[in-house]
């Protein structure tokens, strides 16, 4: 344990994150597919740069709480 702090706890800041780009990766998935099944709507090639915008936001967020991690550990250790 560092300072008090559990590792679950920590390890917890990336559930949201890692939750996050599952759902994009399963958004990108579902409007792919209608995509390659022939549908071109505006629906589907919007929800694609959706999945897109929304999973780099999210792999954003993991990486910053990677950092802060990082950046904690080097303070207590």
């Not at 890692?18 to 390659?36: F, N, P, T, V, Y």
């Not at 071109?40 to 709480?65: F, H, I, P, Q």
């Amino acid at each position: 344990m560092i300072a008090g702090l559990q590792s679950s706890r920590i390890l917890g800041v990336f559930g949201a994150p890692l939750d996050g780009m599952r759902q994009s990766q399963r958004k990108l998935e579902e409007h792919s597919g209608r995509i390659a099944r022939g549908d071109l709507s505006v629906e589907n090639v919007v929800g694609l740069m959706e999945a897109e915008g929304l999973y780099k936001a999210n792999a954003a967020a993991a990486r910053t709480a990677g950092q802060m991690i990082g950046t904690i550990l080097d303070t207590f250790v």
